[in-house]
């Protein structure tokens, strides 16, 4: 192939974000595409403990997704989800693959794997940010907390886990902050993306936050120095692995790049 021909499907190398990188991308990407995934269930199903939103002795819970066939067996009690998972992919360029590659493995850390899965772009997309000839969904990687994995909880009752996602906190922030930051992402992606699951904890926190407030009670996560612990991830610590990812650099404009670092 010759540098002025167009790269193939096979040379473009995708990554599906649901979670936290709808609003905190990846490094390096050089197309970020509204859409959805189907077959899966949202949930906030993943301890936190070893990476972001909370620490071995006190996990926060963040977002994994369930293969549908799997989800319809448990008793859930949100019981619905919509068809359509929602999300962002992007575009890696193809001499950053490797390097986005690792990085992604260290935020990915706590029991996730690497999956593939199509990814089906919002109607309104500029064709122009599409593959070459792109007919019917794009094939993205997607890292997944399956079911099998130590850290994944199963079914939780909706209060509960909201109290638990309003006390928890770890090395990268408040968990409530990260289901707010989701809430949000997703809200803006296209007005049939939001996720009831998403939407009902939401509100639940906000709710813990109110009583709170209203009876006086110190913030929990006030009593704690999650923030400023440092762990460990593969050798490095948590600390220098945030400095290395604002080390990274986004292709585009330099208003771009701000815009991306603000979110950071």
């Known amino acids: 192939m010759s540098a002025q021909e167009p790269p193939s499907k096979q040379d473009?190398?995708?990554i599906f974000g649901y979670g936290s990188l709808i609003w905190k991308p990846p490094p390096h990407f050089d197309r970020r595409i509204p859409g959805w995934v189907e077959g899966y269930v949202r949930r906030f199903w993943q301890a936190s403990s070893e990476d972001h939103r909370g620490t071995p002795s006190a996990p926060g819970r963040v977002v994994t997704l369930i293969e549908r066939s799997y989800w319809a067996s448990l008793a859930d009690r949100h019981?619905?989800?919509p068809a359509k998972v929602w999300g962002v992919a992007y575009r890696i360029k193809a001499d950053r693959?490797?390097?986005v590659k690792e990085y992604l493995d260290i935020r990915e850390i706590n029991g996730y794997t690497i999956h593939r899965t199509p990814f089906h772009p919002a109607s309104d997309v500029d064709p122009v940010l599409l593959p070459p000839a792109q007919k019917g969904p794009i094939q993205t990687l997607v890292y997944i907390g399956t079911?099998?994995?130590a850290q994944f909880t199963?079914?939780?009752?909706?209060q509960e886990l909201s109290e638990h996602i309003y006390r928890s906190k770890g090395p990268s922030g408040l968990n409530r902050d990260y289901l707010w930051g989701l809430e949000k992402?997703?809200?803006e992606l296209s007005p049939e993306s939001g996720d009831e699951h998403v939407k009902d904890l939401s509100n639940r926190v906000r709710a813990v936050a109110a009583r709170y407030k209203s009876e006086g009670k110190a913030d929990p996560t006030s009593?704690?120095?999650?923030a400023t612990e440092v762990i460990e991830v593969n050798g490095t610590t948590?600390?220098?692995y945030d400095e290395h990812h604002h080390q990274f650099r986004r292709a585009g404009s330099v208003d771009e790049q701000e815009e991306t670092e603000k979110t950071s």
């Open 12 to 14: 473009e190398f995708w």
């Open 79 to 81: 019981d619905s989800a």
């Open 97 to 99: 693959v490797a390097e």
């Open 147 to 149: 079911p099998d994995n």
């Open 154 to 158: 199963g079914p939780q009752d909706p």
């Open 185 to 187: 992402a997703l809200d």
């Open 223 to 226: 009593e704690t120095d999650a």
């Open 238 to 240: 948590e600390a220098a």
